[in-house]
């Protein structure tokens, strides 16, 4: 092929051209020997889309909830401290869209809630990062003590930081 032909420098300068309209150098996405030129800094296809879908929880987002107050799933209305977002130990306000019958909680029932598992990475002193697989929430009042008396799966540390030392204490795993 004339590919292999031309110097290696022309090759990376037509990969980066090419990977910034979406094609490669042969016109296709492909996996091929011409594709492990291309930077580090490039993103492929299904990173891009990994990396698209963890947001922030902000206006309108589903969360599960985690504790046994009565509440299965709420929407997100408001995150606090005037944010777009919020992220791990915020405080969000939540309507209830889902809840067990006979719970202390009721459908329609505006909360305050804390992010305890959120599914964009967030990064640790340490250099490593956490990231969960859903977002999650446990419901508070206004004095800030969760409604609940268990906290079912993991919390992240970083709640202490924020002073939600009562969630930390309620949860059966600390990642």
């Known amino acids: 092929m004339v590919i292999f032909q031309l110097p290696v420098t022309n090759v990376l300068i037509a990969s980066r ?12 996405l492909s996996n091929s020997a011409f594709g ?31 504790d046994n107050s009565g509440a299965k799933r709420v929407m997100c209305i408001q995150a606090l401290k005037g944010r777009k977002g919020a992220r791990l130990g915020d405080v969000i306000v939540a309507s209830v869209k889902e809840a ?45 003590e969760p409604i609940g008396t268990r906290v079912f799966g993991p919390v992240p540390h970083e709640l202490r930081r ?4 009562k969630i930390l204490s309620l949860a059966e795993h600390i990642a």
Not at 48 to 59: A, G, H, P, V
Not at 105 to 131: F, L, T
């Open 36 to 66: 492990a030129s291309r930077p580090a800094s490039e993103l492929t296809h299904m990173e891009f889309l990994s990396q698209q879908q963890r947001t922030f929880i902000q206006m309108r987002t589903n969360l599960k909830v985690v």
């Open 17 to 28: 051209y090419a990977s910034s309209v979406g094609r490669s150098i042969l016109g296709g």
């Open 162 to 165: 924020k002073k939600h030392l």
């Open 100 to 144: 067990h019958v006979g719970g202390k909680v009721k459908k329609g029932d505006v909360h305050y809630a804390v992010v305890v598992r959120a599914a964009m990475q967030r990064g640790r002193c340490d250099g490593s990062e956490v990231k969960f697989d859903d977002n999650a929430v446990v419901l508070i009042n206004k004095q800030g």
